[in-house]
C-alpha cells in the first residue's frame, strides 16, 4: 500500500483511525484529547495538541514518522525545535528504540532522568479502503485524480470548497496586484491600466501590451484623451506599429503625431514584437490598441468609476467601445477590408471584468480592509457568464456545476492549483471521497 508522511499527517489530523483501546507501543493507554494543530513550517508536525498517556495528560506537539527510526534518522535528538514533543505517532514501530525529548517531562521532573516519548503505531488501525483510493488517486492519470469518485462529494461540500478556492484565487491574485502597485508607488490607476493593457493583448500579445502601458505614464494620455488619433499614435507607435512606409493617409497622420509626441515626451517604444498570426481580425493588434485608446479616450479613470458602479451590468458599460471609422474598414494598415463596427465584444468585456475589474477589485478591498470591495469583486463573478475552457468542460462532463464565473475561476484553481499538483489531501472534495470510505 502507498504510504508516506503527508497520508499519515492527513490521517492524524482528521483522525481517520480506529481508537479504541487506544496503546503505545509499550501498551500504555492512549486518548487524543487534541491532535493538534498542522504544521506547514518548520519543526514537530502539530503543535498545540493535548493527549492523555496512561492517566497523564500532556500538551504539546506531535511528530510523526513512517518508521520509529526516522526520529534518529531525522537528527531530531538534536533539534531544540523537537523538546516538547509529547507523542511519536508512526505507521509502523520498528523496534527501534523510543526517542527521547527533554521538554515532554512534567515541570516538577525536569531535573530527574528524561523521558521517552511515547510512540503510538497506526499501522493496523487505518481503514484499507482508505489507502487504496488514495494510491489509486496517486496514480491516476485522468483529467481529475478522483474522476472515478467525484459523483459522490456532496454539493454543500462542493459550495463552500468553491468559496475557498475562490478566495484563494482572488488572494493570488492580489498578491500580484501588490507587486505592481510596488513598482510604481502604490498607484492604483497606473496599476489597473497596466493590467488592463495586459488583458487587452489577450495571451499571445499579453507581455507586449503591458509593456506598451508602462512605457506611457497615464499622465501623458490624459493630457491627449480629448483627441482619439493622439491617442492611437501613442499607443501603436509605442507597439512599433507605424515604423513602415504607409500608402494611406490616416497611418501617415498617426505616424507623424507619434514622432511629434515621442520626441516631446522622449518616450521610448518597446522592443517586444506584437503578433497577428493565426488570430482572427477582430484581435490583431492594431484593433484591439484601437479599442484600448477609445476607452482612454472616454474615460481616463477607468478604476475610479469602476470602484463608484453599483452592478456588473454598469461596469460592462464602461468597457463597451467602438474604434473610430478607420478601423471599421481595416483590421491593420493600408489593407481595406468589408465595413464591421470594431467594438469590445461581450466576451472581451466579460473576460476583463474576470481577469482584470474582479482581482484589482479585490486587492483594493483587501489592501484598505474594506470587505464592500472585495464583495463586489464576487458579486462581478456571480452576474458574469460561466467561461467555457478546456478545463470547466472537462468538469461539466463529469457534472460538477458551473452556471457562471465564480463556478469557473473555482473550478480554474482547483484544477491548476490542486488537481494538477495532486494536493488531494488538501482538497474537501479529495477529503470526503477518502473518508467517505
Known amino acids: 500500500m502507498l504510504i508516506n508522511e503527508r497520508l499519515l499527517q492527513f490521517i492524524w489530523q482528521l483522525q481517520y483511525f480506529n481508537k479504541n483501546e487506544l496503546a503505545t507501543t509499550n501498551a500504555e493507554p492512549v486518548q487524543v484529547i487534541n491532535p493538534g494543530q498542522y504544521n506547514s513550517n518548520q519543526g514537530p508536525d502539530f503543535s498545540n495538541a493535548k493527549i492523555l498517556v496512561d492517566n497523564t495528560t500532556w500538551a504539546g506537539t506531535v511528530e510523526l514518522h513512517i518508521k520509529t527510526s526516522d526520529w534518529t534518522r531525522h537528527k531530531h535528538q538534536e533539534d531544540k525545535n523537537y523538546n516538547n514533543v509529547i507523542l511519536h505517532v508512526v505507521w509502523e514501530h520498528d523496534g527501534s528504540r523510543n526517542p527521547i525529548a527533554i521538554g515532554s517531562v512534567p515541570s516538577e521532573e525536569r531535573n530527574r532522568v528524561p523521558l521517552s516519548v511515547p510512540v503510538l503505531e497506526l499501522k493496523s488501525r487505518v481503514a484499507k479502503i482508505l489507502l487504496r483510493r488514495y494510491e489509486e488517486i496517486m496514480n491516476s492519470t485522468a483529467f481529475i485524480p478522483c474522476e472515478k469518485s467525484i459523483a459522490a462529494v456532496r454539493d454543500i461540500t462542493w459550495k463552500s470548497w468553491k468559496e475557498r478556492l475562490l478566495a484563494e484565487r482572488l488572494l493570488r491574485k492580489s498578491g500580484i496586484v501588490d507587486i505592481y502597485l510596488r513598482q510604481n508607488n502604490y ?31 497615464l499622465s501623458i494620455l490624459s493630457k491627449h484623451k480629448s483627441q482619439i488619433h493622439q491617442l492611437e499614435a501613442l499607443l501603436l507607435g509605442q507597439a512599433g506599429l507605424l515604423e513602415q512606409n504607409f500608402e494611406e493617409d490616416y497611418p501617415t497622420l498617426l505616424q507623424r503625431e507619434y514622432r511629434f509626441l515621442q520626441n516631446k515626451y522622449n518616450l521610448q517604444s518597446i522592443t517586444l514584437p ?47 467601445v467602438t474604434a473610430n471609422d478607420y478601423w471599421h474598414y481595416h483590421y491593420q494598415f493600408d489593407e481595406m477590408a468589408s465595413f464591421k463596427k470594431k467594438k469590445t465584444g461581450a466576451f472581451t468585456i466579460d473576460n476583463i471584468i474576470i481577469n482584470t475589474v474582479a482581482p484589482v477589485l479585490f486587492a483594493y478591498g483587501n489592501y484598505h480592509n474594506d470587505t464592500g470591495y472585495k464583495d463586489k469583486a464576487l458579486q462581478c463573478l456571480e452576474e458574469i457568464t460561466a467561461e467555457s475552457n478546456l478545463i470547466t468542460r472537462g468538469f461539466k462532463q463529469l457534472n460538477i456545476e458551473n452556471k457562471n464565473a465564480w463556478d469557473s475561476q473555482a473550478l480554474i484553481e482547483l484544477k491548476n492549483e490542486y488537481c494538477n499538483k495532486k494536493r488531494c489531501l488538501e482538497c474537501s472534495a479529495g477529503n470526503a471521497i477518502l473518508k467517505s470510505g
Do not use: C, Q
Not at 493588434?285 to 477607468?302: C, F, T
Not at 453599483?310 to 464602461?318: E, H, L, T, V
Open 274 to 320: 506584437v503578433y497577428a498570426l493565426r488570430m482572427r481580425p477582430g484581435n490583431f493588434p492594431a484593433v484591439r490598441l484601437a479599442e484600448l485608446a477609445m476607452l482612454i479616450h472616454e474615460s481616463s479613470h477607468i478604476f475610479s468609476r469602476v470602484k463608484e458602479a453599483g452592478s456588473a451590468k454598469d461596469i460592462r458599460k464602461f468597457f463597451e
Open 187 to 217: 498607484h492604483w490607476e497606473e496599476t489597473f491600466w497596466w493590467i488592463l493593457a495586459r488583458n487587452f493583448g489577450m495571451k499571445v500579445n499579453a507581455d507586449a501590451f503591458e509593456a506598451v502601458a508602462r512605457s506611457i505614464p
